[in-house]
């Protein structure tokens, strides 16, 4: 099932159980799949039209007298279109908004360059108050929807619509601000985000199969980030490969980087998007084109470990 249809499935059953949960649109009700949950709610189902700014003070209000605002559009949309009004009215006024960005990075394709965000967490991992989730898959979705609703602050989290690959079972437990040891290894630590954890998953058993050991780390919780896991990684591999569809400025690896060079100092590198502008294209061509294959997150841990 698609990404955006489980959403809407879990947030449906949520609403059901809380009345002051509340969805917001830009006009992109179906193309989010929320527009299902207008038919359901409709006192507490809004669409604003293209006024992404509107939305988001919209929700600081709706936020401002108790309900729990979800407000949403592509990633670009929610995120640096409207980041002074997330800035001051929902992080600075500490309110309890809900902020979704739709496809981000890569994932955007032939939607255009435009709706192609690269810096979306980078945005938000710089305001405080505001925590960052990147979503792997369904399961992961529906397991952290719960936590979100009665997590008290503002969040941003990204996913992509239209993915259907699954990663974890059902017994899957969401656990806030922790990563998910997915694999255990000695010679290279890496970390991943959101859909390229598919790809780390690939690039850790053809490694395996070379001989070279990958200790897999799966990061939900961008911010707060878990500090202690990347740690003791770090402490046992000697190396650190971040992966992740974002810029490699502001996102996963400056995080993971942030922590190590004040607590375990270590050599890193990173497969990211490396300063590069926005494009239309297929999914496969532009992340050969932006390095984010799995080839690349081989070829990058090879380097690593090759450096002793």
């Known amino acids: 099932?698609?990404?955006?249809?489980?959403?809407?499935?879990?947030?449906?059953?949520?609403?059901?159980?809380?009345?002051?949960?509340?969805?917001?649109?830009?006009?992109?009700?179906?193309?989010?799949?929320?527009?299902?949950?207008?038919?359901?709610?409709?006192?507490?189902?809004?669409?604003?039209?293209?006024?992404?700014?509107?939305?988001?003070?919209?929700?600081v209000g709706l936020a401002a007298s108790g309900f729990i605002p979800f407000i949403h559009s592509f990633a670009p949309f929610t995120t640096r279109r409207v980041f002074d009004q997330i800035a001051v009215s929902v992080s600075y006024s500490e309110q309890n908004v809900k902020i979704v960005g739709f496809d981000p990075g890569v994932h955007t394709?032939?939607?255009?360059?435009?709706?192609?965000?690269?810096e979306d967490i980078a945005c938000m991992r710089a305001l405080c108050n505001v925590a960052v989730l990147d979503i792997v898959d369904g399961v992961q979705l529906r397991k952290a929807l719960p936590y979100i609703v009665q997590h008290k602050g503002p969040m941003y989290m990204r996913f992509v619509r239209?993915?259907?690959?699954?990663l974890f079972g059902e017994d899957y437990e969401f656990r806030f601000g922790k990563a998910d040891k997915l694999r255990e290894g000695s010679d290279v630590t890496i970390v991943a985000s959101g859909t390229m954890l598919f790809d780390a998953v690939k690039a850790a058993g053809i490694l395996a199969q070379e001989g070279i050991k990958a200790d897999l780390l799966g990061i939900h919780t961008v911010k707060p980030i878990d500090e202690d896991a990347i740690v003791a990684s770090a402490c046992k591999t000697k190396r650190v490969l971040t992966v992740e569809n974002h810029s490699i400025h502001g996102g996963l690896y400056?995080?993971?980087?942030?922590?190590?060079?004040?607590?375990?100092?270590?050599l890193c590198d990173a497969v990211a998007v490396r300063d590069r502008l926005t494009q239309v294209g297929k999914l496969d061509d532009l992340k050969r084109d932006y390095g984010l294959t799995v080839d690349d997150i081989c070829n990058r841990a090879r380097a690593l470990v090759a450096r002793g």
């Open 1 to 59: 099932m698609e990404l955006r249809k489980e959403y809407a499935g879990e947030l449906s059953r949520l609403m059901k159980q809380n009345d002051k949960i509340f969805i917001l649109d830009a006009d992109l009700a179906g193309a989010g799949g929320t527009k299902t949950l207008y038919a359901e709610f409709p006192e507490r189902c809004l669409n604003v039209g293209v006024a992404e700014a509107n939305m988001t003070c919209v929700a």
């Open 162 to 166: 239209k993915q259907t690959d699954v």
């Open 254 to 266: 400056s995080a993971v980087t942030e922590v190590l060079s004040m607590r375990q100092p270590t």
């Open 109 to 118: 394709t032939y939607n255009g360059g435009t709706h192609m965000s690269f």
